[in-house]
């Protein structure tokens, strides 16, 4: 199997996870707490998935009680279907939230520019494989770069 169809069937089985994962986040959050300094003090970070988002919160000092661990129930809130950022929010906390439409939309991107590179070389007269010009080769001559054959 060429490397280029590995990568799209990758690219699509990821993209249907990452459908799956916004469907269960409707209605289920996944929340990942870490566990700060043995003295209560430092960095809080949590990471989790819930209403089509992935998300991230970061507190640079605060300890509100919480080990590591990790978090699994419903979740209440509207649908996100838009990126949002606050660095920091009046709290002091730093968060990303990305909706996974997004993640979605990168994975089913990538397959369809990797798809049409040997396309787009064809047509500007490339070698398949490397990309080097063959203006001025015989038709049916290999690339002295690479030594692939031309293809038809």
């Known amino acids: 199997m060429p490397r280029v169809s590995r990568l799209c069937l990758a690219c699509l089985v990821l993209c249907g996870l990452v459908a799956v994962a916004w469907r269960v986040s409707l209605f289920r959050g996944v929340v990942y707490n870490s566990q700060p300094r043995a003295d209560g003090d430092g960095p809080t970070v949590q990471i989790g998935l819930g209403r089509g988002y992935i998300y991230g919160t970061y507190h640079p000092t605060r300890f509100f009680g919480i080990h590591r661990s990790w978090t699994f129930g419903p979740i209440d809130g509207p649908v996100r279907w838009w990126f949002s950022a606050s660095l920091p929010d009046r709290h002091g906390f730093y968060a990303l939230r990305v909706p996974l439409w997004s993640v979605a939309f990168l994975l089913l991107i990538l397959p369809g520019v990797t798809l ?22 015989a038709p049916d001559a290999t690339c002295p770069e690479c030594g692939t054959p031309a293809k038809a």
């Open 116 to 137: 049409s590179l040997p396309v787009v070389r064809r047509l500007r007269g490339r070698c398949l494989a490397c990309g080097y010009p063959r203006a001025g080769l």
